[in-house]
Nanobody, 124 residues
Framework: QVQLVESGGGLVQAGGSLRLSCVAS????????MGWFRQAPGKEREFVAT????????YYADSVKGRSTISRDNAKNTQYLQMNSLKPEDTAVYYC?????????????????WGQGTQVTVSS
């Protein structure tokens, strides 16, 4: 089992920045592929970014590419999502997810473990 706890969400004006954090426990963090997803009201959960075990490989959704950076600190069992130049359409609940896959994965069904989510609201 893996427990994931997100933090760092909040209300920010368009153009601002936020840094989300996700602390993992219960399993060897350095052997988990990690990801971030988001879900806006009335919409399906969508992929945002993913990072490999070592942190050496990352992949982003086109909607956030160039504005967001995913990273991890295996010594702290923590992953991060730095989001810059935020837009109102970034408003959503952001979820941290963990997968036992050894390769990067981008669909929700490929992630076995999920956090409770943290709300990000971007005002115009």
């Amino acid at each position: 089992q893996v427990q994931l706890v997100e933090s760092g969400g909040g209300l920010v004006q368009a153009g601002g920045s936020l840094r989300l954090s996700c602390v993992a426990s219960g399993r060897t963090f350095s052997r988990l592929t990690m990801g971030w997803f988001r879900q806006a009201p009335g919409k399906e959960r969508e992929f945002v970014a993913t990072i490999s075990w070592s942190g050496g490989t990352t992949y982003y959704a086109d909607s956030v590419k160039g504005r967001s950076t995913i990273s991890r600190d295996n010594a702290k069992n923590t992953q991060y999502l730095q989001m810059n130049s935020l837009k109102p359409e970034d408003t959503a609940v952001y979820y941290c997810a963990a997968s036992t896959s050894s390769v990067l994965v981008t669909t929700p069904k490929q992630y076995a473990y999920w956090g409770q989510g943290t709300q990000v609201t971007v005002s115009s």
